[in-house]
């Protein structure tokens, strides 16, 4: 099981810090990602982290602005977000990749029930 956190309401120009915590069986697991899902829209790419080796890869769209990491210990992924934009607003979800590929939705087999990020003056 996924259990996203730490969505809300920010100015443009601020932060927030995502939060995705794992548990239950994640020895499949090749990796953790962020994906967002704007009204209307289809769920789109935004950030993912090897979970053995911590490599990291983003969307264009948010590249220099965010920052994926880990915690092994706590089995916990996040997503710092800062000089957020209005473009940013979405569901966020995290999920648990299985196979390669993560940049699509497809490879992930486990979701959690995503967090709400809304960016607005």
């Known amino acids: 099981q996924l259990q996203a956190s730490g969505g809300g309401l920010v100015q443009p120009g601020g932060s927030l810090r995502l939060s995705c915590a794992a548990s239950?069986?994640?020895?499949?697991?090749?990796?953790m990602g962020w994906f967002r899902q704007a009204p209307g829209k289809d769920r789109e790419f935004v950030a993912a982290i090897n979970w053995s080796y911590g490599s990291t890869y983003y969307s264009d769209s948010v590249k220099g602005r965010f920052t994926i990491s880990r915690d092994n210990a706590k089995n916990t992924v996040y997503l710092q977000m800062n000089s957020l934009k209005p473009e940013d607003t979405a569901v966020y979800y995290c999920?648990?990749?299985?196979?390669?590929?993560?940049?699509?939705?497809?490879?992930?087999?486990?979701w959690g029930q995503g967090t709400q990020v809304t960016v607005s003056s």
């Open positions: 239950g069986r994640t020895d499949s697991r090749s990796a």
């Open positions: 999920g648990a990749a299985t196979t390669t590929g993560w940049g699509a939705a497809k490879a992930y087999k486990y």
